[in-house]
Structure formats: C-alpha cells, structure tokens
C-alpha cells in the first residue's frame, strides 16, 4: 500500500551498512520525504518484508521514479530522467565513489569544495550523475565525456532543467570509440580526479547471461517483464572487460601525466585487480592506491593513481588554499 501522508508517522528505514559517513542514503530511504518531493513516486511504493515502504526494484519505470525522487529531495535535481534501455544508475552507490574521492583530495586537510576543482567523468551516460553529485555535494566544477550522442543529449536535457549546472558541467563528445583520455583532455587542461565507472562485461553475451541470471534471482524467469538491468553496449561491456578497459585507459594516463592530480576507475571485481596494479607498476606511477567500498553485500573499489611525486602533489594542493 503506498504511503499517502508524508508528514504522517515516521515510516521504518531499512540503513544501508558500509556506505560511507558522509552519504546521505547511509540512514536508507525516508519515503515520506521522497514522496513530499517527487508525488510521481507514490503508485511504486509498496510494503516490504520488513514492514516499511519499498518499491519494486525490477521494475525500471519505479527505480526510475525513485532515483527522480532522490535527486530531488536530496540534491534538489529536477527534470531527471533517461531513455529507455539505458543504465539506471544506483544513487547511493555513486555517492560513495564521489565521497571517497573527496576524502582521496583531502589527504590530512580539509576537503576541498567549489569550482576550482575540476573532475573529468568518463563515460558520464545518459543520467551524467556523477557531476550531479559531485557538483551538489561539493561544489566542483566536471567534465563529462561519452561517446553515446544519445547519451550526450539526454545529459544535456537534464543540465537544461536545472538553472546554473550547465556552467558547472561540460559535455564533450569523445569522437573515438576506441579511446579514453586522447581527444578529451586537451593540452591546456587539468583535473584535480578522473573517475571512472568502466564497462564490466568482455562480451554481449556475457553481459546478457548476467542479466538473466539477475532477473532468475528476482524470481521473474530468464528475461524479466521489462529491463531494470538495462544498458547500452558501450555501457556494460568492451572486448576485455574491465581490466583491458583500465589496462587502456593506465597506457594513455602515461601521455599527460602532470596533467591530472590523481587518476581513478572503478574495478568491480578484485579478480581484475591484479593485473590492473601490474600495469601500473609498469607504467610507472609513483603512488598506486586501491580503495574498497560496500554497500550492503556488494563489494566493490576503486584504484587510484598519480604520476607526480609528494611534492609535486602537495604544489598542487596550494591552489586549494582559501576554497
């Protein structure tokens, strides 16, 4: 039954263990809020298990609207939305890369906030969430790069709704597909962070057994009745995996190194892990760092790395004084 009275009796949260401090999904949903700030919620929520309000997370017209409602209640994003067959993005999962990141810049000082700080999202998708966030947490200024036109305009619908983001958030087109860095960074660019959320799967079959197995667990048979586990092709696999992606992306750091602060991506599973440290360590980075992550029962990390020495990084951060 979906709650009708926002401002009636607190509703149960289910807390989501292992996000990080700062995460504002950390406590889990406060519905009452969500449908205070987005109504359009109302007819997905339902009782779970536990006694409190859920939705129907294999219903992507409902993760849809969730994401909607968290966006705008929480970071006071309007106008979201995505085409269809396009990844829907799990908000407090980003959030915590983003966290870690800032916590990645602040080494022992404070967190560097405001538009002095500029970050590079690859492959930033359809929902372009990482500078959604990133800029309503912390004030930073992104670039955000696809090769999707598609995804590029919808990301640029989205900008449009919301007055003074498209200032803080650049799109540019990344005209290879083939490439991840080269072509994007220019010469007279610099980012303090890359992040990074790179395509899992080695194959369009792999990727499809995946989905199936999902929607199996979800007790809706092999396919599902619609596509919560969607994505485009170059959003959920490339030939390799996600090891060749960042074994790729570690080679083209190597041509502008004094260019960015600290490169990062996100590796999936820690099967990867070693191979992408071995390229590293081969390509020369003077400081390699691998941050876990949870969410629950889901593991995940990411791998941070720098070219420029402690000194070279602490001259950086001078331009930070006075954020």
Known sequence: M???HPNGPKAPRTAKPGLHPRNRHAGGYDFPK???ACPELEPFVRRAPHGGPSIDFADPTAVKALNRALLAEAYGIRGWDIPPGYLCPPIPGRADYLHHLADLLAEDGAIP????????????GASVIYPLLGHREYGWSFVGSDIDEAALASAARILAANPGLGEAIILRKQ???KAILTGVVGPEDRFDLTLCNPPFHGSLREAQEAAQTKWRKLGRGATGSGRNFGGQGAEL??????????????????????QVLWFT?????????PAVQRALR???ANEIRTVSMAQGQKQSRFVAWTFLDPAAREAWRTRW???
Do not use: K, Y
Request: aromatic fraction near 4%; proline fraction near 7%; hydrophobic fraction near 40%.
């Open 113 to 124: 906030r405001g538009p002095a700080v500029r970050v590079l999202d690859i492959g930033t």
């Open 282 to 284: 081969q390509a020369g």
């Open 175 to 177: 005209a290879n597909p």
């Open 237 to 258: 696999w490339c030939e390799g995996g996600e090891a060749s992606f960042a074994r790729r992306m570690i080679e083209e750091s190597t041509r502008i190194p004094t």
């Open 321 to 323: 004084s006075g954020l």
């Open 34 to 36: 969500l449908l205070a």
């Open 265 to 273: 991506t996100l590796i999936s599973t820690s099967a990867a892990l």
């Open 2 to 4: 979906p709650l009708r």
